[in-house]
Nanobody, 119 residues
Framework: QVQLVESGGGLVQAGGSLRLSCAASGRTFTTYLMGWFRQAPGKEREFVASVTWEGGDIDYADSVKGRFTIDEDNAKNMVYLQMNRLKPEDTAIYYC????????????WGQGTQVTVSS
C-alpha cells in the first residue's frame, strides 16, 4: 500500500500562487506515475497534471497549461504542484494520486487539500 498526504492548500486572491505538496510513503517503489486531480463543488473529479518518477513524462490538462507546474523529488518521495495566475474557477479540492506499474488507473489517493481562489 501507498499512503499519500497533501498539504499547501488555502485561500488566495485571483492572480496569486500556491504550491501544493504530496508526501508519499509505504510501498512507493510500486508506483511509477503520480498525478494531481481536483473536484469542484457539484462537478466531477478532473485530471490536472501527472508526472512519472524521475520526471520523464509530464502531462497537463489544457485548462492549467502555462499556469501550473508539476514536479517530483523521487529521493524524498514528494510530488509538487506549483499553481500560478490562479483563477476563481481553480477553486476545488485537490487530490494527489499514484498509479502502480502495469496499471491503467490511479490506485492510491490522498485525502485532498482545499484551494479557494477569491475574485
Amino acid at each position: 500500500q501507498v499512503q499519500l498526504v497533501e498539504s499547501g492548500g488555502g485561500l488566495v486572491q485571483a492572480g496569486g500562487s500556491l504550491r501544493l505538496s504530496c508526501a508519499a510513503s509505504g510501498r512507493t517503489f510500486t508506483t511509477y506515475l503520480m498525478g494531481w486531480f481536483r473536484q469542484a463543488p457539484g462537478k466531477e473529479r478532473e485530471f490536472v497534471a501527472s508526472v512519472t518518477w524521475e520526471g520523464g513524462d509530464i502531462d497537463y490538462a489544457d485548462s492549467v497549461k502555462g499556469r501550473f507546474t508539476i514536479d517530483e523529488d523521487n529521493a524524498k518521495n514528494m510530488v509538487y504542484l506549483q499553481m500560478n495566475r490562479l483563477k476563481p474557477e481553480d477553486t476545488a479540492i485537490y487530490y494527489c494520486a499514484g498509479q502502480d506499474v502495469g496499471r491503467h488507473t490511479f490506485d492510491y489517493w490522498g485525502q485532498g487539500t482545499q484551494v479557494t481562489v477569491s475574485s
